[in-house]
Nanobody
Framework: QVQLVESGGGLVQAGGSLRLSCAAS????????MGWFRQAPGKERDFIAR????????YYADSVKGRFTISRDNAKSTVYLQMNSLENGDTAVYYC???????????????WGQGTQVTVSS
């Protein structure tokens, strides 16, 4: 089992920045892909970003490319999401995810965090 705990969410004005963190514990996490999803009220949970276990490759949803950056520190078993130029549409609960597999090009994680709220105000 892998436990994921997110932190860093909060209220920010449009145009501002936030940095989310996700600490993993349990089974060795350094060999897992890790990433982030988000779910806005009344909407489905959407993929945001993924980083391979080595950190060599990153993948982003089109909606956040150029604004969000994912990174990881395997020594700390932690993945980060730096969010810049935040927009009202970025308001959502952000979930950390880990491990899993690609199914027809879609990442399906095995493990999920409890989520952290990000609210962007005008």
């Amino acid at each position: 089992q892998v436990q994921l705990v997110e932190s860093g969410g909060g209220l920010v004005q449009a145009g501002g920045s936030l940095r989310l963190s996700c600490a993993a514990s349990g089974r060795t996490s350094r060999y897992f892909d890790m990433g982030w999803f988000r779910q806005a009220p009344g909407k489905e949970r959407d993929f945001i970003a993924r980083i391979t276990w080595s950190g060599d490759s990153t993948y982003y949803a089109d909606s956040v490319k150029g604004r969000f950056t994912i990174s990881r520190d395997n020594a700390k078993s932690t993945v980060y999401l730096q969010m810049n130029s935040l927009e009202n549409g970025d308001t959502a609960v952000y979930y950390c995810a880990a491990a899993g597999k690609l199914i027809i090009g879609t990442w399906v994680p095995d493990y999920w965090g409890q989520g952290t709220q990000v609210t962007v105000s005008s």
